[in-house]
């Protein structure tokens, strides 16, 4: 974004696990790169292993905490600079420099309720082909934590009748509770029921 190029590269080893340690392999402060960062200071850190997920593809990107042993990012976003992962954010207190050792961890319910969302737009997108007609393709889609949206191309509005079909089908595959990983909940909702708290305890459907 804003045009910053790096020659830094992050390896993402989020499917495997939400924390990690990594190297502290650049740092940026209003769109330009720097050694070190003060405590109070925003900025990005990109780290040579994360297992933050990046935005990408309509889905946000990750949120959580990076700590060392004189620092603590607090990460708002992870975002993708060319092969790097920027994780976005503060630093709230010590001080961060190139170089440094950092304990990475994704915020686990937050990750979780993304998932789900994630999960959700495909059953979405089955009901509407059913119930529309099979020329309905994705157009774009956003999933975050709170809330997805899913464009679509259709030949007219969709009726009130249709909506309402294609609710009862989503909701209907929901309470099936089939041995995959797609359950629809709002985030609270999620949280409450313990999805996140192991980490993968979403993807037991």
Do not use: W
Request: hydrophobic content about 40%; aromatic content about 4%; proline content about 3%.
């Amino acid at each position: 974004r804003g045009g910053l190029s790096l020659e830094a590269r992050t390896k993402f080893c989020g499917y495997e696990a939400l924390e990690g340690v990594g190297t502290v392999v650049a740092l940026v402060k209003d769109g330009a790169p720097v050694e070190a960062l003060a405590a109070g200071e925003p900025g990005q850190v990109v780290l040579d292993e994360t297992p933050f997920y990046a935005e990408s593809g309509g889905q946000v990107g990750d949120v959580g905490a990076l700590t060392g042993e004189h620092a603590q990012f607090r990460v708002s976003d992870t975002r993708k600079l060319g092969a790097a992962h920027a994780h976005v954010g503060t630093l709230e207190k010590g001080a961060l420099k190139v170089g440094d050792r950092l304990h990475a961890r994704v915020d686990a319910a937050i990750r979780a309720a993304t998932r789900l969302n994630h999960s959700a737009t495909h059953l979405l997108h089955a009901a509407l082909r059913k119930v529309l007609g099979t020329h309905v393709t994705q157009k774009g889609s956003l999933v975050a934590p709170d809330r997805l949206r899913f464009d679509f191309s259709h030949f007219e509005p969709v009726t009130p009748a249709e909506l309402e079909r294609i609710e009862r089908m989503v909701n209907a595959e929901i309470r099936r509770n089939a041995p995959a990983e797609t359950r629809l909940m709002k985030y609270d909702e999620a949280v409450e029921a313990g999805v996140g708290s192991g980490g993968g305890g979403h993807e037991r459907g």
